[in-house]
């Protein structure tokens, strides 16, 4: 019996270890939280996402579509599934390194180099 109960104590330090690891793994992150619109036309996909840092850093376009991907991007397929799929699903998305755009404009999410990161809801 008190094998059980150290090996159970032991998967939950690793579990808590585990939790506490992923979290501070986050912490660079500039935006979180879900996609709240997604808009595709010839130009690319443009999506709306309105966290404070989202709104401090990247401005309103069209539609209050805030981030976009052009078409014309090499990892644009990439961006799209990953965009649509956590639009769908209402997955939280977390973006790094958006505070490079000083808000004057919609950002352009190629750029950051981190691209995003998706948990599932």
Do not use: R
Not at 36 to 46: K, L
Not at 61 to 74: C, D, K, Q
Not at 89 to 105: A, L, P
Request: charged share 10%.
């Amino acid at each position: 019996m008190k094998t059980i109960k150290s090996t159970f104590s032991n998967i939950l330090l690793f579990s808590a270890l585990l939790l506490g690891i992923n979290k501070a793994c986050l912490a660079g992150y500039d935006v979180t939280g879900p996609i709240e619109a997604v808009q595709i036309n010839n130009d690319g996909i443009h999506f709306a996402f309105h966290s404070a840092g989202a709104a401090k850093y990247c401005a309103d376009g069209w539609a209050n579509m805030n981030f976009y991907v052009p078409s014309t991007s090499p990892s644009f397929a990439y961006f799209y599934t990953l965009i649509v799929s956590a639009f769908n699903k209402k997955q939280t998305v977390y973006m790094g390194n958006i505070s490079t755009f000083n808000g004057s404009t919609p950002c352009d999410i190629t750029q950051t180099g981190y691209g995003i990161f998706i948990t599932a809801p």
